[in-house]
């Protein structure tokens, strides 16, 4: 089964930037969905952003739309998340995930659609 491991976290300033890297132990298929979720102190996990397989669509949440920015590199098997402009409010553990081609839009909103997921990497945004 292939192993996601998350790296880049970090502590930072609000208005700050980082770089999220997920490294798969497995080549990325073209037709994978990979994405990234993340769950904040006392609250549930939620999505961040999706990638398609062949990165022709990506998805984000309301909350990092035009500060966020997923892209997959299949052949270093690599996915990543640019946070930029980032605020109190992203501090959370990150968390990636890979699933399969979905059908539907909403689909790759549904953290139970990824049956894999990496141990996560903490960001910490102080005001």
């Known amino acids: 089964q292939t192993q996601l491991l998350e790296s880049g976290g970090g502590l930072v300033q609000a208005g700050g930037s980082l770089r999220l890297s997920c490294a798969a132990s497995?080549?990325?298929?073209?037709?994978?969905?990979m994405a990234w979720f993340r769950r904040a102190p006392g609250k549930d996990r939620e999505f961040v952003s999706a990638?398609?397989?062949?990165?022709?669509?990506?998805f984000y949440a309301d909350s990092v739309k035009g500060r966020f920015a997923i892209s997959r590199d299949n052949a270093k098997s690599i996915v990543y998340l640019q946070l930029n402009s980032l605020k109190p409010d992203d501090t959370a553990v990150y968390y990636c995930a890979a699933g399969r081609r979905f059908a539907s839009r909403r689909a790759y909103y549904s953290s139970g659609n990824y049956p894999t997921w990496g141990q996560g990497t903490q960001v910490t945004v102080s005001s």
């Open positions: 990638i398609s397989g062949s990165a022709s669509d990506t």
């Open positions: 497995e080549r990325l298929s073209s037709s994978g969905t």
